[in-house]
């Protein structure tokens, strides 16, 4: 038996590529697993690995809530109490009354929990040390309703230790929307695998901690829905090197009133390491007080040289952008396409169709939710209800590698398993972020061999570069680009 540890509420550093399992796959794995007779079965051992783990996280804790569901999730947690009560504590489980009989795995564990003098209770305790969430688990479909609904509450406005089983209940382990009310975790652990909810959109909020039991299950590669991008490798800096060694990256964008951003996505460039830094604003005028390091070669959008560049588009652009897209388009050997230009792709068949034309390993595009919706016609509400599927249709559709920005950024490409980005905070919710991801997958996509690894790597960065933030200090965005 063992437990991974995952990730905290805040940080994530997988140095592996860690699966993430839909829940359809969770179910065909249970489903094989044959049981052997005289040794515990899934759901058995479920119980005994979320009492210890339980156990190890509150070990002075002495009354334990076990909220059950009457699904295999209340079955896990009346597996679990069994334990506990063995072991000293006092459980007081609560069951939902339903009009259903239970899974047949969840009814055996009801008749043990009874057998063992447990007392089952219909409602709430009215305090208690720490709460197991064993409400509902990968079979939730719809809001909670009563019990669950006000459980749930109870349970949030207590604020005491919760340690939710599988998934936090009202999460969607497959999209991490959630269904209100959602259970507010301390600490969640994940049976049998990990599931792709728990990384992505509102399910790094809801879970505190996240660990995983397999069980001793194992999962194949058919199984796989995506994965954890992992630790990137550091780019070997050869002594033999010149300044052509390292890319040469041009940031195309900075309409009036916006050169900002450019220069943000110039400098996080530069910073990142590129061998050479020019910066094409599409409007120059006013550019007092607008610091651009003297590294970094200021050209005309038409002065840009071709050869071995790597573009960068978008950045504060604006309508202007438009006019400049058809050509690089064609002609750039490497291009990120962001912000301003993925507004003009969406709304302009010619320049969506040139994307299309253009090798996917040469291509990165950023949208955040927004331009992702405006880019598949669609709402943003939407994109977000399943992030993964919204960034691989993008992909698809477009033909290119995409980074779906948000909590949980979703790096996709054609043809490949998408991969959830586990570093990054709420920190970076702020004006000009998206530039310095532009500037930093460009000078990436420049010394990369694919846009694939680029942008897995840029998104880890730029994520572990939040993550790795003083509390006491305001995260901006010029200041995020010093620590690259
Ligand atoms: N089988 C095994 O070997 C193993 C299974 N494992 C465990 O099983 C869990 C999956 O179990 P599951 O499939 O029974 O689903 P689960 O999450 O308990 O919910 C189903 C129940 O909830 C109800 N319900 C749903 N939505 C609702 C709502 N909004 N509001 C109210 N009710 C709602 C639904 O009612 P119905 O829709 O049928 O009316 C049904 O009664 C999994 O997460 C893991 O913990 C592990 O132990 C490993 C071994
Ligand atoms: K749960």
């Known amino acids: 038996?063992?437990?991974?540890?995952?990730?905290?509420?805040?940080?994530?550093?997988?140095?592996?590529?860690?699966?993430?399992?839909?829940?359809?796959?969770?179910?065909?794995?249970?489903?094989?697993?044959?049981?052997?007779?005289?040794?515990?079965?899934?759901?058995?051992?479920?119980?005994?690995?979320?009492?210890?783990?339980?156990?190890?996280?509150?070990?002075?804790?002495?009354?334990?809530?076990?909220?059950?569901?009457?699904?295999?999730?209340?079955?896990?947690?009346?597996?679990?109490?069994?334990?506990?009560?063995?072991?000293?504590?006092?459980?007081?489980?609560?069951?939902?009354?339903?009009?259903?009989?239970?899974?047949?795995?969840?009814?055996?564990?009801?008749?043990?929990?009874?057998?063992?003098?447990?007392?089952?209770?219909?409602?709430?305790?009215?305090?208690?040390?720490?709460?197991?969430?064993?409400?509902?688990?990968?079979?939730?479909?719809?809001?909670?309703?009563?019990?669950?609904?006000?459980?749930?509450?109870?349970?949030?406005?207590?604020?005491?230790?919760?340690?939710?089983?599988?998934?936090?209940?009202?999460?969607?382990?497959?999209?991490?929307?959630?269904?209100?009310?959602?259970?507010?975790?301390?600490?969640?652990?994940?049976?049998?695998?990990?599931?792709?909810?728990?990384?992505?959109?509102?399910?790094?909020?809801?879970?505190?901690?996240?660990?995983?039991?397999?069980?001793?299950?194992?999962?194949?590669?058919?199984?796989?829905?995506?994965?954890?991008?992992?630790?990137?490798?550091?780019?070997?800096?050869?002594?033999?090197?010149?300044?052509?060694?390292?890319?040469?990256?041009?940031?195309?964008?900075?309409?009036?009133?916006?050169?900002?951003a450019a220069v943000l996505a110039a400098c996080a460039a530069l910073h990142a390491g590129a061998g050479r830094v020019f910066l094409a604003f599409l409007n120059s005028e006013g550019l007092q007080g607008v610091g651009i390091p003297p590294d970094i070669m200021l050209r005309s959008p038409d002065t840009l040289p071709h050869q071995g560049l790597t573009v960068v588009a978008g950045c504060g652009g604006e309508h202007d952008i438009g006019h400049h897209l058809p050509h690089w388009l064609e002609l750039a050997e490497r291009l990120v396409i962001d912000a301003d230009a993925l507004n003009a792709i969406a709304i302009r068949p010619d320049l969506a169709q040139a994307l299309v034309q253009r090798r996917a390993d040469t291509t990165v595009i950023t949208p955040h939710p927004l331009e992702a919706a405006r880019l598949l016609g669609c709402k943003t509400t939407q994109i977000q209800a399943n992030r993964l599927d919204a960034a691989q249709r993008l992909a698809e559709t477009f033909q290119c590698t995409v980074i779906l920005k948000g909590s949980g950024s979703v790096i996709a490409a054609p043809g490949r398993k998408p991969r959830i980005n586990p570093t990054g905070n709420g920190r970076l919710a702020i004006g000009g972020t998206g530039d310095v991801l532009a500037g930093l997958t460009g000078t990436l996509l420049s010394q990369r061999s694919t846009a694939w690894e680029a942008a897995s790597e840029s998104c880890y960065i730029h994520g572990l570069l939040a993550d790795q933030w003083p509390q006491q200090t305001t995260l901006t965005a010029s200041r995020l680009i010093e620590h690259l």
Not at 18 to 38: F, M, V, W, Y
Not at 122 to 134: Q, T
Not at 220 to 234: F, S, V
Not at 235 to 246: D, I, T, Y
Request: glycine residues 10%; hydrophobic residues 40%.
């Open 1 to 260: 038996m063992s437990f991974e540890w995952i990730a905290s509420h805040q940080s994530a550093k997988p140095t592996t590529e860690i699966p993430l399992l839909s829940s359809a796959d969770i179910r065909a794995i249970e489903a094989s697993t044959e049981p052997i007779i005289g040794q515990p079965g899934l759901m058995e051992q479920a119980g005994l690995a979320i009492a210890r783990w339980v156990l190890a996280q509150a070990p002075h804790a002495h009354f334990f809530w076990i909220a059950c569901g009457n699904g295999n999730n209340g079955g896990d947690g009346a597996e679990a109490a069994i334990h506990l009560h063995r072991w000293g504590k006092t459980v007081y489980v609560s069951a939902v009354k339903s009009p259903k009989s239970a899974p047949a795995d969840a009814s055996r564990a009801w008749t043990r929990l009874v057998a063992e003098g447990i007392a089952v209770h219909h409602e709430a305790p009215d305090s208690w040390d720490v709460c197991i969430d064993a409400l509902l688990g990968i079979g939730l479909q719809r809001h909670p309703e009563p019990p669950y609904a006000e459980w749930i509450k109870r349970i949030n406005q207590a604020a005491k230790p919760t340690f939710a089983i599988d998934v936090p209940s009202g999460l969607d382990a497959d999209t991490g929307s959630t269904f209100e009310p959602v259970v507010q975790a301390s600490a969640t652990l994940s049976l049998v695998g990990l599931k792709p909810g728990l990384f992505t959109h509102q399910g790094r909020d809801v879970c505190g901690d996240i660990w995983l039991h397999k069980l001793g299950t194992e999962s194949t590669t058919e199984h796989i829905r995506c994965t954890l991008n992992p630790t990137p490798k550091p780019l070997p800096r050869p002594h033999a090197s010149h300044k052509g060694s390292f890319g040469d990256v041009a940031i195309v964008g900075g309409a009036l009133g916006m050169q900002g």
